[in-house]
């Protein structure tokens, strides 16, 4: 069935048509969420009310747009009031993965590095980023978004997308570099 | 590391394979969980009430005090204020 059809069906007020689309884009919004939350509780609150809005804002859509941008800009807002809210109401946890960020690129542990704490590493980096850089990380590494839709989605220049990009893989380079210095015999690795 | 650029692909290549995980992820709560969830079907998005109440005060005190009553302003004042207070 042609989406078009079915946002058209959803404006009249057609649960089926809902459920349609929820199958067809619960994936995307959920690990978008739970890539920017971290949190499996979060992502799946997200999920819901992403689609909860998709219902009560179905008479706002454009039936010949396609809607994975809308469902992404509306994930990507939910995730920020969702990181408000945690802040304001976590304080103290905030701060302490805050320090844990800091304190990331460089390991407390001597000796072999493990393949996960690279990634472990990675991961660290790309919490330590803004908030409007860890999106774009996210819509390119993982939902693989060509820039130009990035661009579009988040109703951003394109070169500003390129320059988050940019930063973002400075910001890994200088933390790998970081560990490379505490760990010498690694540096094969990253050369 | 010598150079800058050759960390470039490596740093994609570890941010895709960090963010991997993420891809095979699925939700636990299901349709019928979220078909709970969902306002009535009449229900539309309601005018927010800082809208409504400014809508009355330039009804209320705008109006009389500037606009004739009977002139095409007044007509247009009321009319705005009569189609928001219908939507909400």
């Known amino acids: 069935?042609?989406?078009?059809?079915?946002?058209?069906?959803?404006?009249?007020?057609?649960?089926?048509?809902?459920?349609?689309?929820?199958?067809?884009?619960?994936?995307?919004?959920?690990?978008?969420?739970?890539?920017?939350?971290?949190?499996?509780?979060?992502?799946?609150?997200?999920?819901?009310?992403?689609?909860?809005?998709?219902?009560?804002?179905?008479?706002?859509?454009?039936?010949?747009?396609?809607?994975?941008?809308?469902?992404?800009?509306?994930?990507?807002n939910l995730v920020r009031d969702w990181s408000r809210k945690r802040r304001f109401a976590?304080?103290?946890?905030?701060?302490?993965?805050?320090?844990?960020?800091?304190?990331?690129?460089?390991?407390?542990?001597?000796?072999?590095?493990?393949r996960s704490e690279t990634i472990e590493l990675v991961h660290q980096v790309i919490d330590a980023l803004p908030t409007a850089h860890r999106e774009v990380v996210v819509l390119f590494y993982l939902e693989e978004l060509p820039i130009e839709t990035i661009a579009e989605t988040l109703d951003i220049p394109v070169g500003t997308v390129k320059s988050r990009l940019h930063y973002a893989r400075r910001r890994l380079r200088e933390s790998v570099q970081r560990r490379q210095r505490s760990l010498p015999e690694l540096a094969y690795e990253f050369t | 590391m010598n150079s800058r650029e050759p960390m470039i692909p490596e740093a994609d290549r570890l941010f895709r394979q960090a963010l991997r995980p993420y891809?095979?992820?699925?939700?636990?709560?299901?349709w019928q969980t979220l078909v709970a969830m969902l306002p009535p079907a009449s229900s539309a998005p309601t005018v927010p009430l800082l809208l409504r109440l400014l809508a009355f005060l330039e009804w209320l005190f705008i109006q009389p005090v500037i606009l004739p009553q009977g002139s095409p302003q007044a007509d247009l004042l009321n009319r705005q204020f009569l189609s928001v207070r219908m939507i909400s």
Do not use: N
């Open chain 1, 1 to 76: 069935m042609e989406e078009r059809t079915v946002i058209l069906r959803l404006q009249q007020g057609d649960r089926q048509a809902l459920a349609w689309l929820y199958e067809r884009h619960k994936g995307a919004v959920y690990r978008t969420a739970l890539a920017m939350t971290r949190d499996e509780s979060a992502a799946e609150d997200i999920l819901q009310e992403c689609f909860i809005r998709l219902y009560t804002y179905a008479a706002s859509l454009d039936p010949d747009r396609p809607l994975r941008p809308w469902l992404y800009r509306v994930t990507l």
């Open chain 1, 90 to 114: 976590h304080p103290v946890e905030e701060l302490m993965d805050w320090l844990a960020a800091l304190a990331a690129p460089i390991p407390s542990v001597e000796g072999e590095m493990e």
């Open chain 2, 23 to 30: 891809r095979e992820a699925e939700p636990r709560g299901d």
